[in-house]
């Protein structure tokens, strides 16, 4: 082989050969220029104004050009790593990607103080490259800056959510709607081993689009499987192109360009079923002067801008008062959509409502959809863990109820005479179900036949279900969908944990780090929801520690949803079903996909009911 000292002509290195090792060299020339010029020195670690000295962050090894990427694991899977930094760099420590210095909070504390106590301060979202091709303006919340007009739409928005979540109960009656054609579902599998993914994904985004359009699509409507395929679209492109964030000129390379094509076809199909959607919302909608100035009052008055950790515990209502006001009579569906455009008033920014929407789709299905397949496959791993769930069901929705019924029944009968036999009721109507298993599912005891099907657990009832709760709350730590918030900017220099952080730094929160701290939850590596009850097992401790949905000012949008939907999907399963592994399995053995949730590799899995 021999080597050639002399310089190559321009029409040599243009030859198809060589081609391509000119551009590779022209590219790495220009990436190295640009990533050196990029790494920034970091300024002193001084607070102006108060003129204290912090310290800046211990930093994870770095080499010049590519920081720390080459000591990390790719992308996704950051957050394992991360976790296991804490050892050794602490709560709060700082790495260059590709020439950006970034801050990584690694426990619920640094997270807290951060988010919350400075909320100000850690409120921003970068301007990505991939947002300024599909989303020019910044509309919508998700990664708008925290400015005049994200506080002003964030505060309407969630205003509708917290009336839809405790208010009238639109959102209640709009999950335990969706409820039943979800147990139908996963029913019509009859006992047979089955891959749930398309079931959950359809339940989770009929939820969102109950709430947004006061209507869900039916299964076979050919709408919901063009959103479904196009949210996926975008969510394959948008991970496929993520370099163009770091390197906003990649977008002109074919590769790229054909991702981020693909992502602006299927947003602007997702416009266009939401703009007839709109119009379909909206019929008879009209705005009176007087109307919109009141309805906007009392929803600034809910919104309680000041109010960030959202109070999800809130007095729930008993279930008689289910129904909202639009299925009881003539006037139109509540939906967010509605609502959100009679508050703005004719006026309202289109674009910023679509943009908003679409955000939910995103941010709304995926994470609820994982979570429930994270459910099914712990539960039919654990079934000691589902036993005692049904039975503490059974307890709550089926005695306590019929020692209720009785004693009023009694005591009309008796005309005020004390009953103190309805404890022998209540053991008397302890039913086996196996024992009962009719086609009604009737359930005969002693003096009254129990439909078991015909009681269904609702969000009252979780105050008297701890055991449930608890399982609710580990299931949330355990597997958190979400491992990492979405990037936080520092809006000016700050500090968290005695440690400087610049102004303009890129902040992430490390969920999945929170929730293996061993030095808050002893083995952290077992799922136990034991340890979330006290000593009596009657009461839910801990579960302020539990940071699924990111805390303070970016925190989830959508957590009143996310709580009550997870919270009624999980007892409705368990109460209708039996979760197991397929014939012949011991478990249902998965591995951790990171797409962009956290969620188990594909599976199957046996759902036999239980009347
Ligand atoms: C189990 C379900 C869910 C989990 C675990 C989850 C978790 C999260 C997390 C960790 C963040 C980032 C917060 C941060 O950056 O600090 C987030 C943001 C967000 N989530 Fe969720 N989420 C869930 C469901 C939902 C639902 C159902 C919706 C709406 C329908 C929703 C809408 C949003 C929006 C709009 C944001 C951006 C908020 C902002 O930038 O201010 N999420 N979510």
């Known amino acids: 082989m021999t080597f050639s000292l002399a310089t190559p002509s321009l029409s040599s290195l243009l030859s198809s050969t060589t081609t391509p090792s000119f ?68 709560d709060v420590f700082a790495y260059y990607m590709m020439g950006k210095y970034q801050v990584i909070l690694n426990s619920k504390e640094a997270i807290h103080e951060a988010f919350v106590k400075r909320s100000t301060d850690f409120a921003d979202r970068p301007r990505a490259g991939v947002t300024n091709v599909l989303n020019p303006r910044h509309k919508g919340i998700l990664f708008r800056n925290y400015d005049d007009n994200f506080k002003k739409y964030h505060k ?59 209507k869900r699509f039916n299964d076979d409507d050919p709408d919901l499987s063009d959103i479904i395929a196009n949210i996926r679209t975008s969510f394959n492109n948008i991970g496929k192109i993520f370099m163009v964030n770091a390197f906003p ?27 007839q959607k709109i119009v379909e919302c909206t019929v008879g909608l009209e705005f009176a002067e007087e109307h919109i100035h009141k309805e906007s009052t009392t929803s600034e008055q809910q919104a309680d801008e000041n109010n960030y950790d959202i109070k999800i515990e809130s007095t729930y209502y008993n279930h008689h008062q289910l129904q909202p006001k639009d299925d009881q009579g003539d006037q139109p569906t509540s939906s967010f959509i509605r609502s959100y455009i009679e508050l703005e008033g004719p006026n309202y920014d289109k674009e910023q409502l679509l943009h908003f929407m679409r955000e939910l789709f995103l941010a709304g299905t995926e994470t609820t959809a994982s979570t429930l397949e994270w459910t099914l496959v712990l539960l039919a791993n654990h079934p000691d863990v589902q036993e005692k769930m049904f039975k503490e069901l059974e307890r709550v929705l089926i005695e306590e109820q019929h020692q209720k019924e009785f004693s009023t029944q009694k005591s009309d009968e008796n005309s005020g005479q004390i009953i103190n036999d309805v404890s022998k009721l209540a053991s008397d109507s302890k039913l086996n179900c196996s024992k009962l298993n009719t086609n009604e599912s009737l359930h005969q005891s002693n003096e009254k036949v129990v439909n078991y099907k015909s009681y269904l657990p609702f969000l009252e009832d979780k105050k008297c279900l701890p055991y449930c709760d608890a399982v609710f709350n580990e299931i949330l730590r355990y597997k958190p969908v979400a491992p990492m918030t979405l990037p936080h900017v520092t809006m000016k220099d700050s500090h968290v944990m005695g440690f400087f952080v610049p102004k303009g730094c890129t902040v992430f929160g490390n969920l999945h780090g929170a929730h293996h701290d061993p030095r808050v939850w002893r083995d952290p590596e077992k ?42 999907s999980l007892t409705n399963l368990v109460w209708r079903f039996k979760i197991f592994p397929p014939e012949g399995q011991e478990k249902v053995n998965v591995d951790d996909v990171m797409d962009v949730t956290v969620k188990p590799s594909s599976f199957k899995i046996r759902l036999i009911e239980r009347f």
Not at 45 to 72: N, Q
Not at 194 to 206: D, E, G, L, R, W
Not at 528 to 549: C, D, G, Q, Y
């Open 156 to 214: 309407l928005s969630l205003g509708i959510m917290k009336q839809f979540g405790f208010g009238n109960r639109v959102m209640e009656t709009r999950i335990m709607e969706e409820m039943k054609y979800f147990m139908e579902n996963l029913a019509s599998f009859e006992g047979c081993e089955f891959n749930p993914t398309p079931v959950v994904t359809k339940c989770s985004m009929n939820i969102v689009c109950g709430i947004l359009f006061g």
């Open 249 to 275: 000129f990649l977008r002109h390379f074919s590769f790229h360009k054909k991702a981020l094509q693909s992502c602006v076809d299927a947003q602007n199909k997702i416009f266009k079923m939401l703009e």
């Open 23 to 90: 551009i590779l060299l022209t590219v790495t020339f220009a990436l190295s220029y640009f990533l050196l010029s990029k790494r920034r020195k970091l300024p002193a670690p001084i607070i102006a104004g108060d003129g204290t000295t912090y310290r800046h962050p211990p930093c994870l090894p770095t080499v010049p050009i590519f920081g720390s990427m080459p000591f990390m694991p790719a992308f996704p899977t950051q957050y394992k790593y991360f976790t296991k930094m804490r050892e050794q760099y602490g």
């Open 527 to 568: 799922f136990n929801p034991e340890r979330f009850l006290n000593e009596n097992n009657e009461m839910i401790v801990n579960k302020e520690h539990i940071v699924s949905f990111s805390l303070g000012k970016r925190s989830c949008f959508g957590e009143i949803l996310a709580r009550q939907e997870f919270f009624l």
